[in-house]
């Protein structure tokens, strides 16, 4: 009890930041990846501080959390979570890891459901969603560019072509509907998926399901998958309530910012100082230059990007004009 009641008194220490994409559709944050992070670290009952950064949209290291010299991202060691799991800061998993149906359930949430919020976002709609999300500040023409450069992107990952393109859609529907049956009599009326109390799985399925509800439109295939079964969508709302429109102590006020707080190297918990270093004070380090850097060659390249795609279907367009003026020309 006396090492518990320590450790939580260090917790409360710590000055926590939680770096994600800005705020939309009545959520926190509406990125896929992101999302389920900040719950759990609501779950977890871990104080901290929500940032946002808007420089790198394609990013896969946003999500990250910072305190002091400490950063875990989450295209490190296996996602955020993860690593706050390994370091001891927060792990609601471990009475969990030997559970074959925790398991199971956690691979099913993950993947199917997640493969099919990602295909709906970016394959199988008009991307005005996924464009709110990662993207609502930039320009028309590079927002074109990044959207057709994910979809892309998400049809390698799904394995689709336009062979099997409609194969693949009637798959990753068929598997979001079983997932919803099976969650739906896993969670019955209880408020949590395992044991009645919060683990990583329902942290992922209760982000999952708010985004389905609030941010996608109503005619999505997921969305009416998912009304179907109404203690999902109750489990959701109470959700909502508690952990996000509560006025809850365990997070800050957000407050916009359009870059990372940090980006110092990561070290692990027994580095931590009690009274992080003042980040105006300090120095900028080697990586964060180097970050800084790549935000110039990234915005440098996607507008070049747009002005190769412009000038060559202005080159279509002309070579298609030339061909037409000699065929009338052939006919005289």
């Not at 919803?180 to 209880?190: F, I, M, P, T, V």
């Not at 100082?273 to 120095?283: A, H, I, Q």
Request: hydrophobic residues 35%; proline residues 5%.
């Amino acid at each position: 009890m006396e090492e518990m009641n320590t450790e939580n008194n260090w917790r409360e220490e710590q000055n926590f930041t939680l770096v994600v994409r800005k705020p939309c559709f009545g959520l926190p944050t509406a990125c896929p990846s992101c999302l389920p992070l900040y719950l759990y670290l609501k779950f977890a009952q871990l104080h901290f501080h929500l940032d946002f950064s808007s420089i790198y949209p394609d990013s896969d290291q946003i999500p990250y959390i910072e305190s002091g010299d400490y950063v875990a991202y989450n295209n490190e060691n296996g996602g955020v979570i993860e690593s706050l799991k390994k370091d001891g800061i927060a792990d609601l998993d471990a009475e969990f890891k030997s559970v074959p149906e925790w398991i199971s359930t956690k691979a099913m949430v993950s993947t199917w459901l997640g493969d099919a919020i990602m295909y709906e976002l970016w394959v199988g709609s008009d991307g005005s969603s996924a464009k709110m999300i990662y993207y609502p500040d930039l320009p028309w023409p590079i927002g074109k560019v990044l959207f057709w450069k994910q979809c892309q992107t998400v049809m390698l990952q799904l394995g689709i072509t336009k062979d099997n393109a409609e194969q693949k859609q009637e798959e990753i529907y068929n598997r979001a509907k079983i997932a919803y049956e099976a969650l739906s009599n896993r969670l019955g009326e209880q408020d949590f998926l395992f044991e009645n109390r919060p683990s990583s799985v329902d942290a992922i399925f209760l982000a999952h399901v708010l985004l389905i509800l609030q941010a996608l439109p109503e005619t999505s295939v997921l969305r009416n998958a998912l009304l179907e079964h109404g203690n999902l969508v109750k489990y959701a709302e109470k959700h909502k309530m508690e952990q996000i429109e509560a006025g809850s102590s365990s997070s800050s006020v957000p407050q916009f910012q359009s870059g990372p707080s940090s980006s110092a190297p990561r070290k692990g918990p027994s580095n931590w100082s009690s009274k992080p270093k003042s980040k105006s004070k300090r120095e900028k380090t080697k990586e964060e230059k180097t970050l800084r850097k790549r935000a110039k060659y990234f915005v440098a390249a996607q507008l070049v990007s747009v002005l190769l795609f412009l000038t060559f279907m202005n080159r279509s367009d002309d070579e298609v004009e030339l061909d037409d003026d000699d065929g009338y020309g052939y006919d005289d």
